[in-house]
């Protein structure tokens, strides 16, 4: 079974500044390695997704690394803002693709 | 389209009550989960179906059960409640297995007293 590691559990980061969130997983894996955001009193939504053969995907203010030697890959908010304030999941699939296998979470406070 | 919708929102029982979590999505996926949150420990999978009739154990499948007798519907069960069941319950489903996108709902906050 696919383990996941997420850190650090909570950030606070000035408005404009850079929140940086880790994952490490344990099993090689082909889908997609997704994050998502959840705001209180919401479900998680979709941020952002990376394939396994890609470094790097690039959305607006949002970037995932993805070192797949290490099996490590990373959330990177640029110019972050109070409105960015959530907590983030990390995912990662099983090797067969069958679902998905959470981190435990990050709160993130970005104060104005 | 009304995504994913969770049914009750909030719901108090005792220890030893049964109940049933309703999870509807009008996108027509075939893919449907049922995950736990709790604080710390991030979301875990309970059961999952791959299509109607069908259903799957996730990681903390204990003291549940599902069924998906119909493809936009998937049932939660708790045959008698426990205070270790006291959690948050989200559904997602998605339109293929595991997937980059899962849609969740807005979830069921139960507490076992």
Known sequence: QQQVKQSPQSLIVQKGGISIINCAYENTAFDYFPWYQQFPGKGPALLIAIRPDVSEKKEGRFTISFNKSAKQFSLHIMDSQPGDSATYFCAAPETSGSRLTFGEGTQLTVNP | ?113
């Open chain 2, 1 to 113: 389209n009304a995504g994913v919708t969770q049914t009750p929102k909030f719901r108090v029982l005792k220890t030893g009550q049964s109940m049933t979590l309703l999870c509807a999505q009008d996108m027509n996926h075939e893919y449907m989960y049922w995950y736990r949150q709790d604080p710390g420990m991030g979301l875990r999978l309970i059961h999952y179906s791959v299509g109607e009739g069908t259903t799957a154990k996730g990681e903390v499948p204990d003291g549940y059960n599902v069924s998906r007798l119909k493809k936009q519907n998937f049932l939660l069960g708790l045959e008698s409640a426990a205070p270790s069941q006291t959690s948050v319950y989200f559904c997602a489903s998605s339109y293929s297995l595991g997937g980059q996108t899962q849609y969740f709902g807005p979830g069921t906050r139960l507490l076992v007293l």
